[in-house]
């Protein structure tokens, strides 16, 4: 045995030589061991040649195939999506049209339990493809928590089934200021951005729910107004140009745009204000038709602290002149606050708004 032992080390490293970049496990190590064991058997006579040979073959196939097996398991996890193929267009399991109602009592903890994500986390990836899009869904909030849990025990399903690796962002404004909702779709743009690498961005209102899943919460060539057929104004579209409660833009519409104007506090004009950005800038809007796209809006009363604001209006003459000064590239606020929930994640922050308009 002591004899050999030289030689042993030898052997032991020629193995691991050979067989480490092959199986890069401590198996090749192992095996060197215990090749250099048989060689020392076989040095004492108590082994032939062929034999030592024939026992090597075989631990070598049997380490071979145990080290595969391991690599298998670890390379196809079940949630990864980026080795998936691409989702398919459109998505298979949708309903079409369906029933909203908002009358029934439920809580939000009802809510969650009744959604089961496919993933453990806020995000929602499809678990069977690659979704086409990655759409960040955000929503400008202020003491709509009774709208919260309809919209959310609605639009999860309706999102699973749309197959989108997606992410819901309720910005949330803080303090008693006037209320300011392009301001706070801003702030939810950039957020959700260092967040995720997301390549499309849905602005919703709160209150409105699609009743029809066929109204795809993606992006499209042209940026596109999703909500255009609400129940309040009998499924029609209140004008041509209404660009309001619901839109989508990608990543680079919306930065060609220089995103929602920050300085309409109160009620009204910023839809008007961002339709126009997207005029100016030689796109158009795309829509679906009135059947697909059917909304049911929760009613309300005017909300405190967004009153209509007069001056808005007049506004709407400046837009093309003060585009590309005030928007994304002068946003400025504070983050108080970041909740990760499975449902959202909620996002509070001082926008610095005033008292009064
Ligand atoms: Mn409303």
């Not at 399991?93 to 453990?120: A, H, M, Q």
């Not at 639009?155 to 803080?174: K, T």
């Not at 030689?282 to 909304?295: A, H, Q, T």
Request: charged share 20%; proline share 4%; hydrophobic share 35%.
């Amino acid at each position: 045995m002591c004899r050999c032992l030289g030689k042993c080390y030898l052997l032991l490293v020629f193995y691991g030589a050979v067989t480490f970049p092959i199986s890069k496990t401590n198996f090749s190590l192992a095996g060197g061991w215990a090749l250099c064991a048989l060689f020392a058997e076989m040095a004492n006579g108590s082994i032939s040649l062929s034999s030592m040979i024939q026992e090597s073959v075989g631990l070598i196939w049997k380490w071979t195939n145990a080290t595969n097996a391991r690599q298998e398991k670890t390379r196809m996890p079940p949630n990864t999506s980026k080795s998936l193929g691409p989702c398919p267009d459109p998505p298979p399991g949708l309903k079409g049209p369906f029933n909203v109602d908002f009358d029934y009592k439920r809580t939000l903890d009802e809510v969650r339990k009744n959604i089961e994500r496919t993933v453990s986390r806020h995000r929602g990836v499809s678990t069977y493809c690659t979704s086409l899009d990655s759409v960040a869904i955000i929503i400008a909030f202020r003491n709509r928590h009774e709208h919260l849990k309809h919209w959310l025990y609605y639009l999860h399903p309706i999102l699973e089934r749309q197959q989108l690796d997606y992410g819901v962002y309720i910005i949330n404004q803080d303090g008693e200021g006037v209320f300011n909702r392009a301001k706070l779709m801003n702030v939810g743009f950039v957020e959700a951005l260092k967040e995720y690498d997301y390549d499309c961005f849905v602005f919703s209102d709160i209150d409105l729910v699609p009743m029809d899943d066929r109204n795809l919460y993606r992006c499209f060539q042209n940026p596109r107004h999703l909500s255009v057929a609400i129940d309040k104004f009998n499924f029609q579209l209140p004008y041509g140009a209404n660009f309001g409660g619901v839109i989508s833009l990608s990543k680079s519409q919306f930065l060609k745009i220089n995103g929602f104007s920050n300085t309409f506090w109160g009620w009204g004009g910023e839809d008007d204000d961002i339709y126009q950005r997207v005029i100016f800038h030689g796109m158009s809007i795309s829509r679906p038709d009135l059947v697909k796209g059917k909304y049911k809006m929760i009613k309300h009363v005017r909300d405190l602290h967004n009153e209509q604001n007069p001056v808005n209006a007049g506004k709407l003459r400046h837009t093309k002149s003060t585009m590309n000064k005030d928007g994304i590239n002068s946003l400025k606020y504070t983050v108080k606050e970041i909740v990760k929930d499975i449902l959202y994640t909620w996002i509070t922050v001082d926008i610095q708004a005033p008292l009064t308009t």
